[in-house]
């Protein structure tokens, strides 16, 4: 294990290098074109399997170990936001308007470099790993689910992910067993009133008004139709009435997004925004669509697998603190892979701590503290090779004091 330490410290400023190139050349979801081709030439060189187009762009290589085993995967996704950069580095992106706001360029150099490493330990290995590099996390459907349904996890025994965390220190590790992150699905709604002139609301059926009112209606659901022993969200994020100051609108265009863990109350959320929207528009004598559309099922860390993560690494180079997370209300397509196998997905401290404001993920000025991608490749090489020697999750006695 000090090997692979020692190999991925040697490695680290082509790490930093990687990540900076794709930070500056960003695309967003279901329009990646380079970055694909960047990361199958370099699993190329290495001389891995390489399947391209896996899903519609993503990317799938394979290392086989010298000797016969388990098969672990890894994944990455590589997809960018449409954000404008405000950050001053020398690294910043060059395409207008889209930005790697969420660390994905972080994952994609981190799982390059480890599979460099582990490349360089294939003697060793005893087994097969799989490198997921995926499209499209960013936008429901997402990629991960079209790469499972195109074979990406054929003959896998476990997965292993990680994420970037801008707003947790360089060095702290966060794991939970079930469900960790939220169902994450957006919904529209148009309603459909009578415009007219402002002088003249009385002519009118006041599609602002009306939709206003529907805004406060429905936060009415979570506090008021959920168990509050339950989580959910019902957020606004758009409200449109493009007018002339003095013009009331005939139709306003609402979208937000709902986030629930239980599978139960995500349906019922569902159903009572139709029912809402329906009661409100009807009081007002308005009209009304509503579409609803599901996103990313709620992402569910398997025990076994979590709690191995959770004991190699408090052991790991540059791993301060292991700590486990309270479930967080963001999306990951993650998700789809743990239905399938299983696996956990944990999260990285990457804080920049000299920053005097901390700015979260999607913001224009998102950045991550580039040591963390060590510790991260750190923790997921840790993992991998353990499981491959043990044949498993189990770790002997013997090694639940350090890596050995």
Known sequence: MEKLFSLLKQNYDEMVGIRRHLHQNPELS????????????????????????????????????????????????????????????????????????????????????????????????????????????????????????????DGVDVIFGTHLWATSPVGEIGYRTGPTLAAADRFHITVKGKGGHGAQPHLT?????????LVVNLQQIVSRRVDPLDSAVISIGSFEAKNAFNVIADTVELTGTVRTFREEVRTKVESEIKRVTKGTCLAADAEFSYQFIRGYPPMVNHKEETEFVAKLAPAVPGVTETLEMQPQMGGEDFAYYLEK????????????????????????????????????????????????????????????????
């Open 30 to 153: 279901f329009e990646e074109v380079e970055t694909p081709k960047y990361i199958a030439a370099y699993h190329e060189r290495l001389g891995h399997e390489v399947r391209t187009g896996v899903g519609g762009r993503g990317v799938v290589a394979t290392l086989r170990g010298s000797k016969p085993g388990k098969t672990v995967a890894l994944r990455a996704d590589f997809d960018a936001l449409p954000i404008q950069e405000e950050n001053e580095v020398p690294y910043k992106s060059k395409i207008d308007g889209v930005m790697h706001a969420c660390g994905h360029d972080g994952h994609t150099a981190t799982l390059l470099v480890l599979a460099k490493v582990l490349n360089q330990m294939r003697e060793e290995l005893e087994g097969t790993i799989v490198f997921i590099h995926q499209h499209a996390e960013e936008l429901a459907p997402g990629g991960a689910i079209a790469m499972v349904e195109d074979g990406c996890l």
């Open 205 to 213: 059926k006041d599609s602002v008004v009306i939709a206003s009112q």
């Open 341 to 404: 196998v299983p696996g956990t997905f944990f999260i990285s401290g990457a804080k920049i701590a000299a920053r005097e404001e901390t700015f979260p993920h999607h913001h224009p000025k998102f950045d991550i503290d580039e040591k963390g991608l060590l510790i991260a490749a750190n923790v997921l090489g840790a993992s991998t090779l353990t499981y491959l020697k043990n044949g498993g999750v189990r770790i002997p006695d013997k090694e639940k004091a350090g890596l050995v």
